[in-house]
């Protein structure tokens, strides 16, 4: 299985309905991409400084299924629309589990 965890720091100009708009939007990739075996996300809780603000963990079974989600005109979209505009900061990782 692959997992690939993205984090972000949004920019100080990111509203609130900017943020639930990235939610809205990527929530609706699961019932697009049947590759998605487990899909979260959601805002840091606050409790460590320095944390980044938001995170996303996807679960893929193979490389070719993070790849199909990775390269997904859907999903590229609501990235350059929806994420790209509001983020200062992002980190991502993908590791087998």
């Not at 939610?23 to 899909?39: F, H, I, M």
Request: hydrophobic residues 45%; charged residues 25%; proline residues 5%.
């Amino acid at each position: 299985m692959i997992r690939h965890v993205v984090m972000f720091r949004w920019t100080p100009e990111a509203t609130e309905e900017q943020k639930q708009r990235v939610a809205a939007e990527l929530s609706r990739l699961p019932s697009l991409l049947p590759v998605l075996r487990a899909y979260h996300m959601g805002a840091d809780l606050g409790i460590n400084e320095g944390n980044f603000e938001w995170a996303v963990v996807a679960d893929f079974d193979d490389l070719q299924g993070y790849l199909t989600y990775r390269d997904n005109p859907v999903h590229r979209a609501i990235i350059a629309e929806f994420i790209r505009p509001i983020v200062a900061e992002r980190a991502a990782v993908q590791y087998e589990c």
